[in-house]
């Protein structure tokens, strides 16, 4: 069984940053997709970014196109999302997701992973 631990998240002002991590119980190299979503309070969860196993497609949600990234760190087998300028609507618990793949898809629904964190909140003051 993969299991998927989060870190990081919390508070900040408007504008500021975070890194979220996802520390995987499993080699990240070996074949797996990563996505990261985020569930706003009365809101169905959406994917923010995801990436190909093979790291050549990046996905982005138009709400967070050039201010998140997700990057990965093979060796230490952990996930990362990058997130600059950030607004008081990216407020939500954010999960990162695994799937057994080894190809150059990247996935963007939910239904499409096998594996999630346990989700981190991330609150941003105005």
């Known amino acids: 069984q993969v299991q998927l631990v989060q870190s990081g998240g919390g508070l900040v002002q408007a504008g500021g940053s975070l890194r979220l991590s996802c520390d995987v119980s499993?080699?990240?190299?070996?074949?797996?997709?990563m996505g990261w979503f985020r569930q706003a309070p009365g809101k169905v969860r959406e994917v923010v970014t995801a990436?190909?196993?093979?790291?050549?497609?990046?996905y982005s949600a138009d709400s967070v196109k050039g201010r998140f990234s997700i990057s990965r760190d093979n060796a230490k087998n952990t996930v990362y999302l990058q997130m600059n300028s950030l607004k008081p609507e990216d407020t939500a618990v954010y999960y990162c997701?695994?799937?057994?793949?080894?190809?150059?898809?990247?996935?963007?629904?939910?239904?499409?992973?096998?594996?999630w964190g346990q989700g981190t909140q991330v609150t941003v003051s105005s």
């Open positions: 997701a695994a799937r057994r793949s080894r190809s150059s898809l990247y996935y963007t629904h939910s239904s499409e992973y096998n594996y």
């Open positions: 990436d190909s196993w093979s790291g050549g497609r990046v």
């Open positions: 499993a080699r990240t190299e070996t074949g797996y997709a």
